[in-house]
C-alpha cells in the first residue's frame, strides 16, 4: 500500500528559511547604520579638533601683540577681527546669531573663514564682550571675574588680604564646518590674564 506525502516538513523548513533571511537582512542594515553612526562620531571629533586652531587664533589676537591686546581697543567694536564690545543677541541654545547667519555676521565681523586646506573645513568665530554698552567696563556694565578673596603668601601693607584685581568677562563662540555641511558650535568664556 502507497502512502501519500503531506509536505508538513518542506512547509517548516520554507518557513525557517524566511525567518533565517528576515534575520540577515535586520543584520546588515545594523551594521550599515552602525559604521553611518561612527563616521559621523568621527567627523564631530575632527570638528573639534579643527576649531582649536580658531581658539588659539583667537586668544593669541587678545592677549598677545594682536589687534585686540590693547584695553582700549576692547572698548568699541573691532569687525576686521570679528569683535563685538557689547554681548551679541543669541539663540535659545546661547549661539550668537551671528555664526547662523552670513547677514547678521556681515554686521559684527568681516574677517574671513579659517579654512583646513585639502580637508573641507571652514572656521569662523566671533568674540564678544559680555557687557551691555561700549566703553570702559566696570561692574555695572560688564560681567567681571574675580579670583580667590584672599591670595596666600602675601598681604598688603596694612596686613589685610590682598585682593585680586576684577577682570572683564570675554566669550568666544566657533561654528566649524566640515565636509558635507557638517556643522560644530564651540563656546568659551575667558579674561585676558
Do not use: W
Not at 47 to 54: C, F, I, P, S, V
Not at 116 to 127: H, Q
Amino acid at each position: 500500500m502507497r502512502r501519500h506525502q503531506q509536505g508538513v516538513v518542506l512547509i517548516y523548513a520554507l518557513i525557517t528559511l524566511v525567518i533565517m533571511m528576515i534575520g540577515a537582512v535586520a543584520i546588515s542594515r545594523s551594521i550599515t547604520a552602525n559604521q553611518f553612526n561612527i563616521g559621523n562620531i568621527g567627523f564631530k571629533r575632527d570638528l573639534t579638533n579643527q576649531g582649536e586652531r580658531a581658539v588659539l587664533l583667537a586668544m593669541n589676537a587678545v592677549r598677545n601683540a594682536g589687534v585686540l591686546a590693547s584695553e582700549v581697543t576692547r572698548n568699541t567694536h573691532q569687525i576686521g577681527a570679528n569683535y563685538s564690545a557689547t554681548i551679541l543677541p543669541t539663540n535659545a541654545h546661547g549661539i550668537p546669531n551671528a555664526l547662523l547667519s552670513d547677514t547678521a555676521f556681515a554686521a559684527v565681523g568681516n574677517a574671513p573663514d579659517i579654512t583646513v586646506d585639502g580637508m573641507g573645513v571652514r572656521i569662523r568665530y566671533v568674540i564678544d564682550r559680555l557687557a551691555t554698552t561700549e566703553g570702559a567696563c566696570n561692574s555695572s556694565r560688564c560681567t567681571m571675574a574675580t579670583g580667590n578673596s584672599q591670595v596666600f603668601g602675601g598681604a598688603a601693607a596694612g596686613g589685610s588680604p590682598l585682593q585680586p584685581a576684577e577682570q572683564t568677562v570675554y566669550r568666544l563662540t566657533l561654528r566649524v564646518t566640515g565636509p558635507r555641511n557638517t556643522l560644530s558650535f564651540f563656546q568659551s568664556t575667558f579674561t585676558t590674564d
